[in-house]
C-alpha cells in the first residue's frame, strides 16, 4: 500500500511541475547537458522573483540539484523533461 502513496504523490509533484509553463521552460533549458544560474537565468529572462520561486520549488520537489556550481535534471527532471 506504501508503494501506491508514492505513485499517487510521485504522479502529482509531476503533474503541478507540467503545469507550470516557467517550470517546463525551467527544465527544458537546463536539459540533460546541465546550465549554471547565470546562464539559465540570461537564457529564459524571468524576473528574478519568476526565476527563484519557480527553481527553487523544482529543487525542492527533487526535479532538479546543483552539483559543483551547476544545475542539472535528476531522474524525475528527466522524466518531467520528456514528457514535456
Do not use: C
Not at 23 to 32: K, P
Not at 45 to 72: A, M
Amino acid at each position: 500500500m506504501g508503494e501506491k502513496v508514492r505513485d499517487r504523490e510521485h504522479h502529482e509533484r509531476l503533474f503541478k511541475a507540467s503545469m507550470s509553463p516557467i517550470r517546463r521552460q525551467i527544465v527544458a533549458a537546463i536539459g540533460v547537458q546541465g546550465k549554471t544560474r547565470e546562464e539559465l537565468k540570461k537564457e529564459l529572462e524571468l524576473s528574478d522573483f519568476q526565476f527563484k520561486f519557480n527553481l527553487d520549488w523544482l529543487i525542492k520537489e527533487g526535479f532538479v540539484k546543483e552539483e559543483d556550481g551547476k544545475l542539472k535534471l535528476t531522474d524525475d527532471g528527466i522524466e518531467l523533461l520528456e514528457a514535456g
